[in-house]
């Protein structure tokens, strides 16, 4: 069994995270369209007990976004900490009969490095990749049926420009930023090294008059890595950019093909219904908010239109590839 599959709690486990952080996001893309409906149809100054279900029905999302979003964290977060602890048993046992001769040819800063911070980044796995995209799709589906109930090709065109957003935020950060995340782990690994070994010799150092040396070349270890992450954080930077041109063109977009086909907006009242395919003016501004909703989200159904979580994978995928030869394959 791979390391990364160790690193995967099972479904049984994921499913509450998954159902919990779908009905966060939903939540949050409900407040958003509700808030932007009540506030339009306040500005007719209906009589108060028209709004009654829109003011109620905003307080209850936000109160569910929230209430989800613990439940979605703690369900999550026990499933990934469970399987972790599984991972780092099995990592140790394979450990011992190498140690020490087996390991000779790792450095001490670099096989510690590898034994927590590596195996600790596997918990993106199942929490920044797994969750967060399986919930995020039903969010995102679930958003496109209901504006498709309203705008057929409003819908689409939202569709269109997540699906770019997607495909151009993944392959932006995998070029700008993609090769220094790669040296990132080493780089810390080299660092902790350096650092161990300063502080393990610093008595023999000083004797020989080679502590000075030494330091600079943990400064310079430490240069080396503080050059590839801000390369990494310039990526992700570059492509939040990105992203935010094209979300707010989404907006654009929609309402271009949205205003058109805008008509007066019926008075509240007992006779009031919403039909498909019928645009108004609170509808519409629904329609530019929902957006939003989805974009807001950076650890929910956001997370669907960023490319954090293909950065967390390859995350993931490089702790898993240091932290096998520490130990060997932990599943045998």
């Known amino acids: 069994m ?28 409900l407040l958003l369209g509700l808030s932007a409906y009540l506030i339009t149809r306040a500005a007719e100054q209906p009589p108060i007990l028209y709004l009654g279900l829109l003011v109620v029905g905003v307080r209850a999302f936000a109160l569910s976004r929230a209430f989800f979003r613990y439940l979605e964290r703690l369900s999550s977060h026990d499933a990934a900490f469970r399987a972790l602890s599984t991972l780092r048993v099995g990592l140790v046992e394979r450990l011992m009969p190498l140690a020490p001769a087996g390991l000779a040819d790792r450095g001490r800063g670099d096989l510690l490095s ?40 409003a819908a689409a065109a939202l569709a269109v ?109 007992p006779e009031f219904v919403l039909s498909p395919g019928s645009v108004d003016g609170p509808v519409l501004a629904v329609l530019a908010l929902c957006r939003g909703g989805l974009r807001g989200r950076g650890r929910g159904a956001g997370r669907l239109v960023r490319p954090t979580a293909g950065a967390r994978l390859g995350g993931a995928h490089r702790g898993a590839h240091r932290a096998v030869p520490a130990g060997g394959d932990p599943g045998r």
């Open 161 to 269: 420009l997540l699906a770019l957003a997607l495909v151009a935020g993944t392959w932006l950060n995998a070029r700008i930023s993609g090769s220094a995340e790669r040296r990132t782990a080493a780089l810390r690994g080299q660092l902790a090294d350096e650092v161990a070994d300063l502080a393990t010799d610093v008595e023999v150092l000083l004797a020989y008059g080679a502590a000075d040396e030494h330091i600079r070349r943990v400064e310079r270890a430490d240069a080396r890595l503080r050059t590839a992450e801000l390369r990494a954080s310039a990526g992700a930077g570059v492509v939040s950019a990105v992203l935010t041109g094209l979300t707010g063109a989404a907006v654009l977009a929609m309402l271009l093909l949205a205003v058109p086909g805008v008509q007066p907006s019926a008075p509240l009242g």
């Open 114 to 153: 590898r034994l927590v911070r590596d195996v600790d980044q596997l918990l993106d796995l199942p929490t920044r990749v797994i969750q967060p995209l399986a919930s995020s799709a039903v969010v995102v589906l679930a958003t496109l049926a209901g504006l498709a109930w309203f705008s057929p090709s």
């Open 2 to 29: 791979s390391i990364l599959a160790l690193a995967r709690p099972r479904w049984r486990s994921l499913a509450p995270g998954v159902a919990l952080g779908a009905l966060s996001g939903l939540s949050a893309v």
